[in-house]
């Protein structure tokens, strides 16, 4: 049953609100005001969030932008609830990431219109789990199955590959889909100068290499294995079977992607558009959550991938690095990297 959280200071309004939704089918959180609301959806993450703009403590502004912010909110839908009507404040919602916008007095029918949408939408394009080899190959079993591809390849036996070793070269032509087993592999543009810019990490149960198959181009990056790797190989064949053969299996797979390409493109953007500070910082807390408990949380990368990733030189990177150690954000050794207070450090990026 979806979850959504319903900010809303008008007890009338957020009452029958709240019963119209619960009658929908849906399970809702109610919250007077913006910072209430913010603590619930860190307590529980809701699927879509109904927000009013005018009120007290923290306006529906300021709610948006801490969940634009926030790792633990980014991506939820979001619908602005208000009875302000003018043109500007719709563009200035809609320019802060809104996903919908309804004016008071709304109509019961719009309204379950627009989250029924919106969760619709949300729901397709969320990746799916990360796989493991075997369940990998699994997948490729049902599919092979269910879409009756009898060519589908069964020899899918781990390749290793030695720490820094080439997987392909940029202008390389596409043969295969990559899916990592065990280890990272970096994915790389260079520049006419020779400056590395790291635009993929790929860890255990991603995938990558799938783009150029998708358009038939060569290359346009380079892969590199970050450490000791184990990669299966699906061939191109075999990949063009999945996605055009039989449209359930293809769509199952698009999806498996779909975050995988959103991300690359946030990445992309934040590195054009955000200061070098906000960059190490989303870089460190993205890195240190992606280790967890292995390795007791430790960054393990070279301070050279670190700033081909953060999109800066590595003295750049040392002196913003050297800062949050001042500040008590991170603990530095020569080989890897701590992060001590992540969400202290997630608010020291701006």
């Known amino acids: 049953m979806p ?3 319903l900010i809303e200071d008008h007890q009338i309004i957020r009452d029958n609100t709240a019963q119209l939704l619960e009658l929908a089918g849906y399970a809702v959180q109610t919250a007077e005001n913006g910072e209430l609301g913010v603590q619930l959806a860190l307590a529980t993450r809701p699927d879509l969030v109904i927000c009013d703009i005018m009120m007290p403590v923290l306006d529906g502004y300021g709610v948006l932008q801490i969940f634009n912010q926030h790792p633990q ?13 003018e043109q500007a404040d719709r563009r200035r919602g809609m320019a802060l990431g809104a996903d919908d916008y309804l004016s008071k007095p709304f109509d019961k029918a719009d309204l379950l219109s627009a989250v029924s949408g919106r969760l619709s939408r949300f729901q397709q394009l969320k990746p799916e789990p ?29 390749h290793l590959l030695r720490k820094k070793q080439d997987i392909y070269l940029e202008g390389d032509e596409s ?3 990559y899916f990592v087993q065990s280890g990272r592999v970096k994915t790389v543009k260079t520049t006419a100068g020779g400056k590395e810019l790291i635009v993929g990490l790929h860890g255990p149960g991603e995938f990558f290499g799938y783009l150029p198959l998708l358009q038939n181009t060569p290359h346009r990056d380079s892969a590199i294995a970050v450490d000791e790797s184990e990669l ?15 449209p359930d299996v293809g769509q199952q797979f698009v999806r498996l992607l779909a975050g995988q390409v959103s991300g690359q493109a946030e990445l992309l953007l934040a590195m054009a558009y955000n200061s070098i500070r906000r960059r ?22 070279t301070r050279d991938d670190m700033a ?25 050794t020569p080989n890897t990297i701590r992060v001590l207070e992540p969400e202290k450090l997630r608010r020291a990026r701006w």
């Open 3 to 5: 979850l959504i959280l």
């Open 73 to 85: 909110l980014l991506g939820v839908p979001f619908i602005f609830l208000t009875a302000k009507t």
């Open 130 to 158: 990360s796989l493991s080899g075997e369940q990998l190959n699994k997948f490729l079993d049902e599919a092979q199955q269910v879409g009756d591809l009898a060519s589908l390849s069964r020899d899918r036996k781990a």
């Open 175 to 177: 043969t295969r889909l």
């Open 232 to 246: 299966l190989y699906i061939p191109k064949e075999d990949f063009t079977a999945l996605l055009l053969r039989n």
């Open 280 to 301: 190490v910082a989303d870089t460190l807390v993205q890195l240190h959550e992606q280790a967890g408990e292995a390795n007791n949380s430790a960054i393990q990368l």
């Open 308 to 332: 081909a990733m953060v999109g800066t030189a590595p003295e750049s990177l040392s002196r913003t690095l050297n800062e949050f150690k001042h500040d008590g954000f991170i603990e530095l």
